[in-house]
C-alpha cells in the first residue's frame, strides 16, 4: 500500500470516528419516552412500597461505572426536593437477568416511572439535572413555555 493509500484510511478511520462520537455524545443524558408495561417491585427485587406515590427514578448502575455516584446524588436530590417522588438505585453487577429484562447497555440509565409504576422515560447516560425535572413535570401534567 502507498503511503498516500495509508494516509488516506487513517483520515476516513479517524473522520468515522469523530462523526461516531458526536452522534453518541449528542444522545447521552437525554431522555426518551418509553411505551411498556407497568414494572413490578419484584422485578427489581425492591419491597413493594419502593415506588413514590406521583413518580420512580430508577438508576441502573453497577460498581465500576464511573459516572454513577454523581447520578446517584443528583437523583436523590431531586427525589428530596420533590413530595412523592423516590429514587431507588438497582446495581447490576450482580444482576445481569435485571440488565437483559429492561434492555440496559450503559450505565448509568435512569427510568422514570409514574406513580402506577409504568415508565415513561428512558435516560441513557448522565442526565442533566434540568432533563429529570422535565421528565418529572410532563408527569404532572407541568408545561413550561
Known amino acids: ?6 494516509l ?15 452522534v453518541l455524545r449528542r444522545r447521552d443524558g437525554r431522555a426518551r419516552a418509553v411505551h ?16 413514590g406515590e406521583r413518580a420512580t427514578l430508577v438508576q441502573f448502575s453497577t460498581e465500576l461505572c464511573a ?3 454523581g447520578v446517584r446524588r443528583l437523583l436523590s436530590e ?8 423516590v429514587h431507588v438505585d438497582v446495581d447490576l453487577t450482580h444482576r445481569p437477568d435485571i440488565a437483559q ?3 440496559v447497555l450503559q450505565t448509568p440509565t435512569t ?5 402506577h409504576g ?17 421528565e418529572l413535570d410532563a408527569l404532572e401534567g407541568i408545561t413550561h413555555v
Not at 431531586?78 to 417522588?85: F, K, N, S
Not at 427510568?111 to 406513580?115: F, G, I, M, Q, Y
Open 1 to 6: 500500500m502507498s503511503p498516500t493509500a495509508a
Open 36 to 51: 411498556a408495561g407497568a414494572v413490578e417491585p419484584s422485578a427489581l427485587a425492591l419491597p413493594g412500597d419502593a415506588f
Open 8 to 22: 488516506l484510511v487513517i483520515a476516513a478511520i479517524v473522520v468515522a470516528a469523530t462523526i461516531a462520537g458526536i
Open 67 to 69: 459516572r454513577c455516584p
Open 101 to 103: 429484562r429492561f434492555r
Open 118 to 134: 409504568v415508565p415513561r422515560a428512558r435516560i441513557a447516560g448522565a442526565p442533566a439535572r434540568h432533563t429529570v425535572a422535565h
Open 78 to 85: 431531586v427525589a428530596r426536593e420533590r413530595e412523592g417522588v
Open 111 to 115: 427510568l422514570v416511572l409514574d406513580a
